[in-house]
C-alpha cells in the first residue's frame, strides 16, 4: 500500500503505484501476475475494509464482543474509527460486508446495545434481591448499573414507551433509592 505522493530513492513509488491500479486493464498479464506475486494491492479500500474485519474479528475472540470505542487503537489499527465508519456507511457496504459483519456480532447501535444490557442486569438483579432498588453507586456484574439505572429516571422523557412499558412492567423504582 503507497500513498500517491510517497516517494523511495527519489523515484516517486507512489505516482507510479497509483499508475499501474488506473491502467489495470492495459497492463500485460505478466506484469499483472510480477505484480500480484509482490502483493500489489489492486483495491486499496477493498484492502482497508478487510484489514479493519480482520482486526475486529481479533478483538472479539480477545474480548468476546464488537463493542469497540469509537478512539480505540488495536493491532496498531483504528479499530474505534473503522467501526464507526462502517455505522455511518451502513446503506454504502455491500451485502457480503453486512452479512460478515452481522456473522460476527457486529453491534450497529451502541447505545441501544447498552441500554439492553442495563435493562438485562437489572432484571437478573430483581431475581436475586426481588426488587428494582439500586443505590446509585452500585456496581453490579462488572456494570455499574447504579448511574443506568439513575439515568433511565433522568431521561425518563426521553425514553421510549416500550422501554417505558418494559420498566414498569419489571417493576422498576421511579423514585431514587436511598438507604
Known amino acids: 500500500l503507497v500513498v500517491d505522493k510517497y516517494q523511495?530513492?527519489?523515484?516517486?513509488?507512489?505516482?507510479?503505484v497509483s499508475?499501474?491500479?488506473?491502467k489495470k486493464n492495459n497492463i500485460s498479464l505478466e506484469r499483472i501476475?510480477?505484480?500480484?506475486?509482490?502483493?500489489?494491492?489492486?483495491?486499496?479500500?477493498?484492502?482497508?475494509?478487510?484489514?479493519?474485519?480482520?482486526?475486529?474479528?481479533a478483538y472479539k475472540e480477545e474480548f468476546?464482543?464488537?463493542?469497540v470505542e469509537a478512539t480505540l487503537q488495536y493491532n496498531n489499527q483504528t479499530l474505534g474509527s473503522w467501526v464507526t465508519t462502517q455505522r455511518v456507511r451502513k446503506n454504502k457496504l455491500t451485502l457480503d460486508q453486512l452479512s460478515r459483519l452481522n456473522s460476527v456480532g457486529f453491534v450497529w447501535d451502541p447505545r441501544e446495545s447498552f441500554w439492553e444490557k442495563g435493562f438485562q442486569l437489572l432484571?437478573?438483579?430483581?431475581?436475586?434481591?426481588?426488587n428494582c432498588l439500586?443505590?446509585?453507586e452500585l456496581q453490579y456484574r462488572d456494570f455499574n448499573l447504579g448511574v443506568w439505572v439513575?439515568?433511565?429516571r433522568a431521561r425518563r422523557d426521553q425514553l421510549?414507551?416500550?422501554?417505558?412499558?418494559?420498566?414498569?412492567?419489571?417493576?422498576?423504582?421511579?423514585?431514587?433509592?436511598?438507604?
Open 134 to 136: 439500586v443505590r446509585d
Open 64 to 67: 468476546g464482543d464488537c463493542l
Open 8 to 16: 523511495y530513492n527519489n523515484y516517486t513509488l507512489g505516482t507510479w
Open 150 to 152: 439513575r439515568n433511565q
Open 19 to 22: 499508475k499501474q491500479r488506473t
Open 33 to 57: 501476475q510480477r505484480l500480484d506475486e509482490l502483493g500489489f494491492v489492486w483495491n486499496v479500500s477493498k484492502h482497508q475494509w478487510e484489514e479493519g474485519f480482520q482486526s475486529l474479528t
Open 160 to 179: 421510549t414507551t416500550e422501554k417505558l412499558n418494559r420498566l414498569d412492567k419489571l417493576g422498576y423504582a421511579w423514585g431514587r433509592y436511598e438507604l
Open 123 to 130: 432484571t437478573i438483579y430483581k431475581k436475586e434481591f426481588g
